[in-house]
C-alpha cells in the first residue's frame, strides 16, 4: 500500500507567475484535500475533492484552483503568485465512511517560495 | 477566526514522565477530533482521534481526553520517549464538513 506523495519536494516562483503541485492519494482513498501551511502555524484548509468533484473549500480566493483525476491524484494550481503565498502545501487523502470524516493521511508537502 | 488553539508553542519534559499536550476551540459544531504528529521535512502522521459521543480514547501510550462542556481536549502521553519528540498538531472538524481545522501546534521536547 504506497502512501501519499507530493511533488515537487522544493519549488521557488517567482511573483506573478503561476505554480502546480502534484498529489498523489494514498491506495483506496478517493478523497483529496490541500492545505497550506505558514510557518509558525498549522495547516489551513484550502479546498477538498471527491470523486473529482470540488467537495468544500475554505477562505482561498479564486486563483487557488484544482483538479482530482479519475484515478484520484489531484493537482493545486495557483494563479498570480503573492509574496505571502509562499508556505508549505500539504495534501491529505482519505476514504470517508458513508460521508462521515476519517483521519486523513498526508504527503510530505510541497515548499513553494515566492520571491 | 482561529477555532482551535493549542495555547502552548511548546512543552519539554523528561523521558519516562507524563506529557499532557493541550487543545481548546470554540466552534461547538465541532463534533470529531484529532491529533497528528510533525516531525521536520514530514507531513503530519495521524495519532489518534475522538468523537464527540465519547469523552476518552485510549490506543497504547496515548489517550485523547475530550471535554465537550469546557470545550477542550487534551492527549497524554505515557510514559514519554525521546522519539516522541516532535510538533503535535490538534485537529477539529464536523462528521458532515470536510473542512478541518488545524491548531498551530505545541513542540514536545522529551529530554533523555
Known amino acids: 500500500e504506497t502512501g501519499v506523495t507530493q511533488s515537487p519536494t522544493h519549488l521557488i516562483k517567482t511573483r506573478g507567475q503561476q505554480v502546480t503541485l502534484r498529489c498523489s492519494s494514498q491506495?483506496?482513498?478517493?478523497?483529496v484535500s490541500w492545505y497550506q501551511q505558514a510557518l509558525g502555524q498549522g495547516p489551513q484548509f484550502i479546498f477538498q475533492?471527491?470523486?473529482?468533484?470540488?467537495?468544500g473549500r475554505g477562505n482561498f480566493p479564486p486563483r487557488f484552483s484544482g483538479l482530482q483525476f479519475p484515478n484520484y491524484s489531484s493537482e493545486l494550481n495557483v494563479n498570480a503568485l503573492e509574496l505571502d503565498d509562499s508556505a508549505l502545501y500539504l495534501c491529505?487523502?482519505?476514504?470517508?465512511?458513508?460521508?462521515?470524516?476519517?483521519?486523513?493521511?498526508f504527503g510530505q508537502g510541497t515548499r513553494l517560495t515566492v520571491v | 477566526d482561529q477555532q482551535v488553539k493549542q495555547n502552548s508553542p511548546s512543552l519539554s519534559v523528561q523521558e519516562g514522565r507524563i506529557s499532557i499536550l493541550n487543545c481548546d476551540y470554540t466552534?461547538?459544531?465541532?463534533?470529531?477530533f484529532l491529533w497528528y504528529k510533525k516531525y521536520p521535512a514530514e507531513g503530519p502522521t495521524f495519532l489518534i482521534s475522538?468523537?464527540?459521543?465519547?469523552d476518552k480514547n485510549e490506543d497504547g501510550r496515548f489517550t485523547v481526553f475530550l471535554n465537550k462542556s469546557a470545550k477542550h481536549l487534551s492527549l497524554h502521553i505515557v510514559p514519554s520517549q525521546p522519539g516522541d519528540s516532535a510538533v503535535y498538531f490538534c485537529?477539529?472538524?464536523?462528521?458532515?464538513?470536510?473542512?478541518?481545522?488545524f491548531g498551530a501546534g505545541t513542540r514536545l521536547t522529551v529530554k533523555p
Open positions: 491506495s483506496g482513498h478517493n478523497t
Open positions: 475533492y471527491y470523486r473529482e468533484e470540488e467537495n
Open positions: 466552534n461547538s459544531m465541532f463534533d470529531y
Open positions: 485537529a477539529a472538524s464536523q462528521y458532515n464538513n470536510n473542512d478541518m481545522r
Open positions: 475522538i468523537s464527540s459521543i465519547k
Open positions: 491529505a487523502s482519505s476514504s470517508p465512511l458513508g460521508g462521515v470524516n476519517t483521519e486523513a493521511f
